[in-house]
């Protein structure tokens, strides 16, 4: 015990004597996972990525996990502590096939559970068989299992993870109309509640919507509230991801398919509101960039103070290797996109560095791509540096 704390105070005095963090200088396509040759699938895909900041640090230390189909089933979760440079496995989540993962660093104490604690969220399935070699799970039919949002929670920043509550419910994994899964959750919080956003095919009304329910324990979770709906059924709005923009409205991004606009198999579209619990009534809008570019399927949004008196909201989509820009608060007439120099993916997410010009992007690889590897890049936001940091609660 004394040789314990005499060792945390001399770490503690390193720390303190210790130069301030640099982050690398801009980098692109650095490699975080490449599937070995020895693997019967060479196929990644969904990649998350979030920054460790809610405890006001910033050392730029990232953890990032992704779908991978090796011979036996887990999430693994890899850290950087050099800003995304540098990239080394630290654990693995297990629980079956745990698709469409996401990360989220609670930034205060929901329960038991303290800020900092870093929350994984999947789709679990669990099969009959053996995983299709391309993780082609629509053709597969193999899975004997429902669609599970599960919560698991790191208190050790990502070392070790627990199992904490089965959020939701569906159907075995199935996109066909009339089939009753669920998918890609999404996690934020609100008003001291934990929020799970989530694609849902269980409403006989809609073949797909977007759902969220929300928990002040991460025990316990309460009613499915609708945040799109579409009156035609046959429309399917799926993944959804919030991000708070500086004038205090948040924005909710999605996918609408199949076909929803000629041209464009799933456009993407997005909503305002005042609160990240009411967005069924909100204003729909189509994300058109001013050049007529609509980007397709699988979006991220984040928004950083950086670019100008009203910062800049950032959207990735699954198609373009470009990124599409607002610095208007996502004003529907000033999107511009703007080139990025990395490649595209399924689902690519991002990140608001501590030095809130950099965007980080992570990309898991393409949809249903037989041989792809995860990388990272960054992008540099166009205009000022902000002083102000993003996303960080910290005060
Ligand atoms: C996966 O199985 C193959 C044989 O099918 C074996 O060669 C390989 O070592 C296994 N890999 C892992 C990561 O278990
Ligand atoms: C799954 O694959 C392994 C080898 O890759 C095989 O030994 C096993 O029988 C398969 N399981 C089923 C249910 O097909
Ligand atoms: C995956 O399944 C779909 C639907 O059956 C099929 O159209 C597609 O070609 C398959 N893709 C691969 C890579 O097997
Ligand atoms: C389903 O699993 C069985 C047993 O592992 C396998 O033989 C078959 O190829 C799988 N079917 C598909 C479509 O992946
Ligand atoms: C998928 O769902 C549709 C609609 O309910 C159903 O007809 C079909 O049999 C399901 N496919 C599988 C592989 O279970
Ligand atoms: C409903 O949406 C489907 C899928 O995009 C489309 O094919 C169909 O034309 C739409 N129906 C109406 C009445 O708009
Ligand atoms: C949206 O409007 C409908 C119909 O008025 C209402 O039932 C629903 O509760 C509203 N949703 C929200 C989130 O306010
Ligand atoms: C900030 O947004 C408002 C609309 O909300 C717009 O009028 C103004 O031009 C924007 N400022 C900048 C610097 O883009
Ligand atoms: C990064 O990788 C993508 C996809 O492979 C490629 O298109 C792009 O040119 C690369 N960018 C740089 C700067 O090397
Ligand atoms: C923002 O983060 C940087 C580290 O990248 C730090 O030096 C700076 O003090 C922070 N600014 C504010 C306003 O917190
Ligand atoms: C933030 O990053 C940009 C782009 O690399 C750079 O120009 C700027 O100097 C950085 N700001 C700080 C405070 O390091
Ligand atoms: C996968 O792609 C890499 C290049 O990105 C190549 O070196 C490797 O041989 C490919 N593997 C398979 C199994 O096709």
Known sequence: MRFRSLATLVAASFALLAAPYTPPPIFTNTTIFLPPSDWKSHATQCARVTLLNQA???????????????????????????????????????????????????????????????????????????FSSTGNFSSSGNFSSTTNIDIYASKDKGENWDFVSRAATGGAPNSTNGADPIWEPFISTYDGQVVVYYSDSRDPLHAQKLSHQTSGNLLTWGPVVNDVVNANYSLRPGMT??????????????????????????????????????????????????????????????????????????VSDGKYSELFLNTEYGDPGAWSKVSTGLGSSYSRSLQVMPNNSVVLMVDGGLYRGANTSVTAGEFVIPGPQSVANATSTCK
């Not at 991978?68 to 890899?78: A, G, H, K, M, S």
């Open 56 to 130: 006001c640090e910033t050392d730029n230390v990232l953890l990032t996990t992704f779908t991978i189909n090796p011979n036996d089933t887990y999430l693994p979760v890899y850290k950087s502590v050099d800003g995304g440079l540098t990239w080394a496995e630290l654990s693995r989540i297990h629980g079956g096939f745990l698709m469409q993962p996401f990360l989220y660093e609670l930034p205060m104490q929901v329960g038991n559970y303290l800020r900092g604690t870093i929350l994984a969220t999947a789709n679990v399935i669990k099969f009959k068989g053996n």
């Open 241 to 314: 991801v919030v991000a708070q923009m500086g004038n205090g409205k948040y924005i909710l991004t999605y996918e609408l398919g199949p076909e929803a606009l000629p041209g464009s198999r799933y456009p993407v579209h997005y909503r305002i509101a005042d609160s990240l619990l009411e967005f069924e009534n909100a204003t729909d809008f189509l994300l058109k960039s001013q050049d007529g570019t609509v980007p397709n399927s699988a979006p991220y949004v984040v928004w950083t103070p950086a670019g100008g008196s009203n910062g800049t909201v950032v």
